[in-house]
């Protein structure tokens, strides 16, 4: 105000975080905000604050208790300005501020906006007869088809949308569906499951089926399963940290520019996997150097957190990751083939994608068994209705999920294991049996070193048993100039047979 008359007015809802504090706090509060908005006006002269909060008055001369005194007089300190209190019955002019005024000859009007490719689906019904013979049934009595239902000129089936017979109109969808960003040129059973939330149509899973192998990107991307000799350098990032949640499934995709060390690793662990999920419970990675340096040892030591290795020559210990690795390499490769410098741009979408697709163990996706919902896609929802549930319905119903989620992995680790085990042979053995080591010969010159690797024996041994990690892995005695991690799965040992006599080398002479 200057000379009794307001100049200016500044309004600020309370945030959920400030909604809580006391009257006390929320002057104090006021005078932050005020003082910080008009301080290139406040800083020349002398200048006085209202409040109608007495205690205020007494700021310079109490004890700074509390953080909100200790913030407003250092905010203040060296500002020529006078709190002066005001009682509430006097201050009208603040309150006619803060109030709305309303008119009782205003006019309300709601406006809504709709997608224009809803048009194009109405179209679709003209030249459609099942659906010209649906309309007519529906209008007349909106029971009279089962799971159909027609409102606001739509036809829904079990309340997705319903598409006419009209080609292009389903190969727009389609294209968006699959060959989109957020499509991912995701697989049949993929794209399928994802356009099901949404659409319907008379023969969706062969059109399906026909347009995702027809793709010209996906048969020259897919099939290529050679591994790359690596990534270009994109934004100062030539390669990827992948973390996965072995029970969501939830994937993140971390750029990370080579060389980097045990210290900036743990930095990104710590900005982008810690502050969304916290410290887990175990971490299983592959033997590199940097997750087996003294740094991360000891920092999950700390922590609490079980450091789990797999086992050497055995990438089956962690085949998730391995899995993952794959599905964001053909992702990046759809998109980028034809200027690689730029797939640093492509992986959060990359990450999006492959949360969003349903995962074979989980039986949905990650980002639903994660989060407990879907995400939005094209503007619209996967339920027509909006339910506000209770925090009960919602925690019984988050732990239904969680409880579906476990049998959902119980079967498929089942059902993997089955599978792998046809190719398997039962085979055990005891702490102190002698085992030959198979070994690529020509990696292991600290193990044995041998004239030729190419024509080198392929195990190694006989070594000792000295120790039986878990049910499938097993500790060597390995020789002091080894190099190697002395823990090895089954399927890299062989039992070694030893004589029972000793063998006489030469005849005698008699």
Same mark, same amino acid.
């Given at each position: 105000?200057?000379?009794?008359?307001?100049?200016?007015?500044?309004?600020?809802?309370?945030?959920?975080?400030?909604?809580?504090?006391?009257?006390?706090?929320? %002057?104090?509060?006021?005078?932050?905000?005020?003082?910080?908005?008009?301080?290139?006006?406040?800083?020349?002269?002398?200048?006085?604050?209202?409040?109608?909060?007495?205690?205020?008055?007494?700021?310079?001369?109490?004890? $700074?208790?509390?953080?909100?005194?200790? #913030?407003?007089? @250092?905010?203040?300190?060296?500002? #020529?300005?006078?709190?002066?209190y005001?009682?509430?019955?006097?201050?009208?002019?603040?309150?006619?501020?803060?109030?709305?005024?309303?008119? @009782?000859?205003?006019?309300?009007?709601?406006?809504?906006?709709?997608?224009q490719?809803?048009?194009?689906?109405?179209d679709?019904?003209?030249?459609?007869?099942? +659906?010209?013979?649906?309309?007519?049934?529906?209008?007349?009595?909106?029971? +009279?088809?089962?799971?159909?239902?027609?409102?606001?000129?739509?036809?829904?089936?079990?309340?997705?949308?319903?598409?006419?017979?009209?080609? /292009?109109?389903?190969?727009?969808?389609?294209?968006?569906?699959?060959?989109?960003?957020?499509?991912?040129?995701?697989?049949?059973?993929?794209?399928?499951?994802?356009?099901?939330?949404?659409?319907?149509?008379?023969?969706?899973?062969? +059109?399906?089926?026909e347009?995702?192998?027809?793709?010209?990107?996906?048969?020259?991307a897919?099939?290529?399963?050679?591994?790359?000799?690596?990534?270009? #350098?994109?934004?100062?990032?030539?390669?990827?940290?992948?973390?996965?949640?072995?029970?969501?499934?939830?994937?993140?995709?971390?750029?990370?520019?080579?060389?980097?060390?045990?210290?900036?690793?743990?930095?990104?662990?710590?900005?982008?996997?810690?502050?969304?999920?916290?410290?887990?419970?175990?971490?299983?990675?592959?033997?590199?150097?940097?997750?087996?340096?003294?740094?991360?040892?000891?920092?999950?030591?700390?922590?609490?957190?079980?450091?789990?290795?797999?086992?050497?020559?055995?990438?089956?210990?962690?085949?998730?990751?391995?899995?993952?690795?794959?599905?964001? %390499? /053909?992702?990046?490769?759809?998109?980028?083939?034809?200027c690689?410098?730029?797939?640093?741009?492509?992986?959060?979408?990359? %990450?999006?994608?492959?949360?969003?697709?349903?995962?074979?163990?989980?039986?949905?996706?990650?980002?639903?068994?994660?989060?407990?919902?879907?995400?939005?896609?094209?503007?619209?929802?996967?339920?027509?209705?909006?339910?506000?549930?209770?925090?009960?319905?919602?925690?019984?119903?988050?732990?239904?999920?969680?409880?579906l989620?476990?049998?959902?992995?119980?079967? +498929?680790?089942? #059902?993997?294991?089955?599978?792998?085990?046809?190719?398997?042979?039962?085979?055990?053995?005891?702490?102190?049996?002698?085992?030959?080591?198979k070994?690529?010969?020509?990696?292991?010159?600290?193990?044995?070193?041998?004239?030729?690797?190419?024509?080198?024996?392929?195990?190694?041994?006989?070594?000792?048993?000295?120790?039986?990690?878990? $049910?499938?892995?097993?500790?060597?005695?390995?020789?002091?100039s080894?190099?190697?991690?002395?823990?090895f799965?089954?399927?890299?040992?062989?039992?070694?047979?030893?004589?029972?006599?000793?063998?006489?080398?030469?005849?005698?002479?008699?």
């Amino acid at each position: 105000m200057q000379k009794g008359h307001p100049i200016a007015f500044l309004s600020k809802a309370l945030g959920p975080k400030n909604s809580g504090l006391s009257t006390y706090e929320k %002057e104090y509060l006021a005078i932050l905000t005020a003082v910080d908005h008009w301080c290139h006006y406040l800083q020349t002269g002398q200048f006085y604050i209202y409040t109608d909060q007495k205690s205020l008055v007494e700021l310079c001369e109490q004890r $700074l208790h509390t953080p909100w005194q200790q #913030r407003v007089f @250092t905010k203040l300190l060296g500002l #020529r300005y006078s709190i002066i209190y005001k009682k509430g019955s006097e201050n009208r002019v603040a309150d006619a501020l803060s109030r709305q005024w309303i008119s @009782t000859a205003s006019c309300a009007a709601i406006s809504t906006s709709s997608p224009q490719w809803l048009t194009q689906v109405v179209d679709s019904y003209s030249q459609d007869a099942r +659906a010209q013979d649906l309309m007519a049934k529906l209008s007349v009595d909106p029971t +009279a088809v089962p799971h159909f239902t027609f409102k606001d000129g739509l036809l829904r089936y079990k309340q997705r949308i319903w598409l006419g017979a009209d080609s /292009t109109l389903q190969n727009k969808i389609l294209s968006a569906f699959h060959q989109s960003a957020i499509g991912g040129h995701s697989g049949v059973p993929v794209t399928y499951k994802r356009l099901k939330q949404l659409f319907a149509w008379q023969g969706m899973k062969k +059109a399906v089926h026909e347009f995702v192998t027809s793709c010209t990107i996906c048969q020259q991307a897919k099939p290529d399963r050679s591994k790359l000799p690596g990534l270009p #350098r994109s934004g100062g990032f030539n390669c990827i940290m992948v973390v996965i949640d072995s029970f969501t499934k939830y994937g993140h995709f971390l750029p990370l520019g080579h060389p980097f060390t045990a210290a900036s690793v743990a930095k990104l662990f710590h900005d982008h996997i810690y502050k969304l999920h916290g410290m887990p419970s175990h971490l299983i990675s592959d033997r590199d150097r940097i997750f087996t340096s003294h740094l991360w040892k000891e920092f999950f030591r700390l922590a609490g957190v079980q450091l789990c290795m797999s086992s050497a020559y055995h990438p089956q210990s962690d085949g998730q990751t391995e899995r993952a690795n794959q599905t964001m %390499e /053909t992702f990046l490769r759809c998109f980028v083939n034809a200027c690689p410098n730029k797939w640093s741009q492509w992986v959060s979408l990359a %990450e999006y994608w492959y949360n969003n697709s349903p995962h074979s163990a989980v039986g949905r996706s990650p980002f639903e068994a994660l989060y407990g919902y879907f995400p939005r896609h094209f503007g619209i929802s996967v339920d027509t209705a909006i339910i506000v549930p209770d925090l009960a319905t919602w925690l019984r119903e988050r732990h239904l999920l969680t409880d579906l989620v476990q049998q959902h992995l119980a079967r +498929a680790k089942h #059902r993997m294991k089955l599978q792998a085990d046809k190719y398997r042979s039962e085979r055990t053995f005891q702490v102190g049996e002698s085992v030959y080591l198979k070994l690529q010969p020509y990696v292991q010159s600290s193990l044995a070193d041998r004239s030729n690797q190419k024509l080198a024996f392929k195990f190694f041994g006989p070594l000792k048993i000295i120790e039986c990690v878990g $049910l499938v892995a097993y500790k060597l005695q390995l020789p002091a100039s080894s190099a190697l991690h002395p823990v090895f799965h089954v399927s890299q040992l062989k039992k070694a047979v030893i004589a029972s006599t000793d063998v006489i080398p030469s005849l005698p002479n008699e």
